[in-house]
């Protein structure tokens, strides 16, 4: 079984900064793709970030060139780094993971429990 903690939420004011880090834990043997999912309040969740297992990104078009997602593999952990935030970033990330428990283990996605960003003056 693989565990992801997730970590770096908090309160920030508009236009400042925050990172997310997100590392899984347990039984891995391979991790694909990865990935931060955003729920805002009275929105459905969304795909906010996407990361391959060979490195290639995308993003929801309301973060580009504010957020930057990037994982070390050796650590088994993903990151977001968030800039110039707004308060429409406000929302619970998750965080994703598309691993496998061992060769013979299907792939699975996994969960972190959520972390809550807020953007408020």
């Known amino acids: 079984q693989v565990q992801l903690v997730e970590s770096g939420g908090g309160l920030v004011q508009p236009g400042g900064s925050l990172r997310l880090s997100c590392a899984a834990s347990?039984?891995?043997?391979?991790?694909?793709?990865m990935g931060w999912y955003r729920q805002a309040p009275g929105k459905e969740r969304e795909l906010v970030a996407g990361i391959s297992s060979g490195g290639s990104t995308k993003y929801v078009d309301s973060v580009k060139g504010r957020f930057t997602i990037s994982r070390d593999n050796a650590k088994n952990t993903v990151y977001l780094q968030m800039n110039s935030l707004k308060p429409e970033d406000t929302g619970v990330y998750s965080c994703?993971?598309?691993?496998?428990?061992?060769?013979?283990?299907?792939?699975?996605?996994?969960w972190g429990q959520g972390t809550q960003v807020t953007v408020s003056s």
């Open positions: 994703s993971a598309d691993a496998r428990s061992s060769w013979y283990a299907p792939t699975l996605r996994s």
């Open positions: 347990g039984s891995i043997f391979s991790i694909n793709a």
